[in-house]
Antibody
Framework: EAQLLESGGGLAQPGGSLRLSCAAS????????MNWVRQAPGKGLEWVSG????????YYADSVKGRFTISRDNSRNTLYLQMNSLRAEDTALYYC??????????????WGQGTLVTVSS | EIVMTQSPATLSVSPGERATLSCRAS??????LAWYQQRPGQSPRLLIF???IRASGIPARFSGTGSGTEFSLTISSLQSEDFAVYYC??????????FGGGTKVEIK
């Protein structure tokens, strides 16, 4: 069974930056699309970004486009989310999730435990 | 962007009873719909994909139906561990992938 472990969350000031990481194991990381999905406190799920298995194609929600950058290092089995120009509304638990697709986005059948990002002054 | 609307927001059901949750898409998504369960304090768990196919290890009491814009998830006989929040998600038109707002199934 796939294992995903997020890290890098914490407190950031508005306008600040954070870099999230997701260490993957027990599956062929480079074969799968990876997604970031967030959940604001007490709210529902919101897809943030996805990246193809090769890393050649990246996709973003409009709410983060131009501020967040998804990337992956297939040699290290690690997914990243660089978050810049953070806003209060970015406060959420960020999940790393393994998609079943390799190039296009489908649904996620493995999820990490999440890392909490809080944006506040 | 395809908007997913779930109803009701909260469903109160007694253990052993049947629960039916609804999910509507703002335009046709064919059968490209997934359902997830999220128990309190836990990560989401895939239940159903392609509208009606149970994911690995999911009990047969969970079933999904629908196509186009109207979908439903039925739990035939609620067990204590089934009280949770359920989300639908479309993957026909992306980006973005979009989720419904969720239905909380609570104990009556």
């Amino acid at each position: 069974e796939a294992q995903l472990l997020e890290s890098g969350g914490g407190l950031a000031q508005p306008g600040g930056s954070l870099r999230l990481s997701c260490a993957a194991s027990k599956f062929t990381f480079s074969s799968y699309v990876m997604n970031w999905v967030r959940q604001a406190p007490g709210k529902g799920l919101e897809w943030v970004s996805g990246i193809s298995g090769s890393g050649d194609d990246a996709y973003y929600a409009d709410s983060v486009k131009g501020r967040f950058t998804i990337s992956r290092d297939n040699s290290r089995n690690t997914l990243y989310l660089q978050m810049n120009s953070l806003r209060a509304e970015d406060t959420a638990l960020y999940y790393c999730a393994m998609d079943v697709g390799g190039t296009r986005l489908y649904y996620s059948d493995s999820w990490g435990q999440g890392t909490l990002v809080t944006v506040s002054s | 962007e395809i908007v997913m609307t779930q109803s009701p927001a909260t469903l109160s059901v007694s253990p052993g009873e049947r629960a039916t949750l609804s999910c509507r898409a703002s335009q046709s998504i064919g059968g490209k719909l997934a359902w997830y369960q999220q128990r309190p304090g836990q990560s989401p768990r895939l239940l159903i994909f392609d509208a009606s196919i149970r994911a690995s290890g999911i009990p047969a009491r969970f079933s999904g139906t629908g196509s186009g814009t109207e979908f439903s998830l039925t739990i035939s006989s609620l067990q204590s561990e089934d009280f949770a929040v359920y989300y639908c998600q479309q993957y026909n038109n992306w980006p973005p992938l979009t989720f419904g707002g969720g239905t909380k199934v609570e104990i009556k």
